[in-house]
């Protein structure tokens, strides 16, 4: 059982530079999300989406992009990359009405 | 706004020591998780607390829901390295879904021999 799958696990951009960040679930989760996470900053919602074709802000979506044209998957999209954006991002996904989140591995982001 | 605060954010404690980790939140809410974080790993979730009152164990770690006080503890029992992590909980506001889950910074937690 595969869970929430993300890739890359590791990734250097250059600023300015644009990149899907990929993340897919297998277990028909309506609820997915993404999360960065920051030294001393726990955990901050990016974006999210409840179902294929419903996206949503999260706390800190400055600067990232979605899509859900599946249930099964949610790109992150990095438009033009900023130094600011170097962190660990986390994928999460779970059924509505329980927020049991179950998290991919991550994507560690640096950013020159 | 929903604030999460956690204290100690760090602790150093010998194997064999209990200890109690702390998660404070700033309005109503009836359901708070924990997880826990490995160095470098994913997050993993630990406890589901969806009332007042709730009281859930596994192996050395008891956490307790207090929604009245806004308070939820983690305890540790007679630690050992292996739950050397980071504990991070979070809190839903009361009507809010999975998006309205507010994380604590964590408390990085390492046990010595």
């Known amino acids: 059982n595969a869970g929430v799958t993300q890739t890359p696990k590791f990734q250097v951009l250059k600023t300015g530079q644009s990149m899907t960040l990929q993340c897919a679930q297998d277990?028909?989760?309506?609820?997915m999300s993404w999360y960065r996470q920051d030294p001393g900053m726990g955990l901050r919602l990016i974006h999210y989406s409840v179902g294929a074709g419903i996206t949503d802000q999260g706390e800190v979506p400055n600067g990232y992009n979605v899509s859900r044209s599946t249930t099964e998957d949610f790109p992150l999209r990095l438009l033009s990359a900023a130094p600011s954006q170097t962190s660990v991002y986390f994928c999460?996904?779970?059924?509505?009405?329980?927020?049991?989140?179950?998290f991919g591995s991550g994507t560690q982001l640096s950013v020159l | 706004e929903l604030k999460v605060e956690q204290n100690p954010l760090f602790l150093s404690m010998q194997e064999g020591k209990n200890y109690t980790i702390y998660c404070n939140y700033s309005?109503?809410?009836?359901?708070l998780y924990w997880y826990r974080q490995d160095p470098g790993k994913s997050l993993e979730s630990l406890f589901v607390l969806l009332s007042n009152g709730a009281v859930k164990q596994e192996g050395r770690l008891m956490a307790s829901l207090d929604t009245k006080a806004r308070l939820s503890t983690l305890h540790i029992t007679a630690a050992v390295h292996d739950l050397s992590a980071t504990y991070f909980c979070?809190?839903?506001?009361?009507?809010?879904?999975?998006?309205?889950?507010?994380f604590g910074k964590g408390t990085h937690l390492i046990i010595q021999p």
């Open positions: 309005t109503t809410s009836d359901r």
């Open positions: 999460a996904s779970s059924y509505i009405g329980n927020e049991k989140l179950f």
């Open positions: 979070a809190v839903v506001y009361s009507g809010g879904g999975a998006d309205g889950l507010t």
């Open positions: 277990m028909n989760h309506e609820y």
